[in-house]
């Protein structure tokens, strides 16, 4: 079957400092990745969408200069917090998914908490 | 604005009763997704629908492009079916974009 899988599960940081967060993606090609950012009130933010061999989206109030992302292949990618505040704190999750217009499979997600 | 209205918000079930989630869209969606969030956090896939009615054990769901919206069916709740259940739909376009569902927190009580 499809599985993800992200690391770190939860993570602490130190307001103005970084941290790196992965997915993998096992039992399937992961061609895209989309990262999404859980709120502590649970509403969902898309980040950006990245598709192998192909430039990376980021959505409207998301930047690559803060969460730059890498993509190198099928199975994983990357995301890194740069200069982490209070407003970054959340759940974030890794959606995979195979060709467009298919169902993505979502990793456990890391949490951050920043300090 | 939001492209996705879920209710309701809350809901508690006794064991072995039913009811229904339901996703509004304001906008053409091309498929739906419904996900069970444990209290760990990780997203349980359900569903996913481009159209039509799916089901699988004691739940259905339904998508309707058309008329936009989908629905999500529980019977016969169990207490492990408790915690957050999501809507999450692509726009007709919109190149893979899941928007989420506001979420409804679900208890199942003995």
């Known amino acids: 079957g499809a599985l993800v899988y992200q690391y770190p599960r939860r993570t602490i940081c130190k307001s103005g400092t970084s941290m790196r967060m992965e997915c993998q993606a096992v039992?399937?090609?992961?061609?895209?990745v989309a990262w999404y950012r859980q709120s502590p009130q649970k509403t969902f933010e898309l980040i950006a969408l990245?598709?192998?061999?192909?430039?990376?989206?980021?959505e409207q109030n998301f930047t690559q200069e803060k969460f730059p992302i890498s993509h190198p292949n099928l199975s994983f990618s990357s995301m890194t917090v740069l200069n982490a505040y209070l407003e970054d704190r959340g759940l974030y999750l890794c959606?995979?998914?195979?060709?467009?217009?298919?169902?993505?499979?979502f990793g456990p997600g890391t949490r951050l908490t920043v300090l | 604005g939001d492209q996705v209205e879920q209710s309701p918000s809350a809901l508690s079930l006794h064991e072995g009763t039913g009811s229904a989630l339901r996703c509004n869209f304001t906008t053409t969606m091309r498929a739906v997704q419904w996900f069970q969030q444990n209290s760990r956090g990780s997203l349980i896939n359900l569903f996913y629908?481009?159209?039509g009615t799916k089901e699988n054990g004691r739940l259905k769901s339904t998508f309707n492009s058309k008329e936009s919206y989908s629905t999500l069916h529980i019977r016969d709740a169990q207490l492990e079916d408790s915690g957050t259940y999501f809507c999450a739909a692509e726009a007709t376009g919109g190149n893979n974009k899941l928007t989420f569902g506001q979420g409804t927190v679900l208890s199942v009580i003995p």
């Open positions: 990245s598709t192998v061999n192909s430039a990376i989206k980021y």
């Open positions: 629908l481009a159209s």
């Open positions: 039992g399937f090609q992961a061609t895209s």
């Open positions: 959606g995979a998914y195979w060709v467009n217009y298919a169902e993505q499979f």
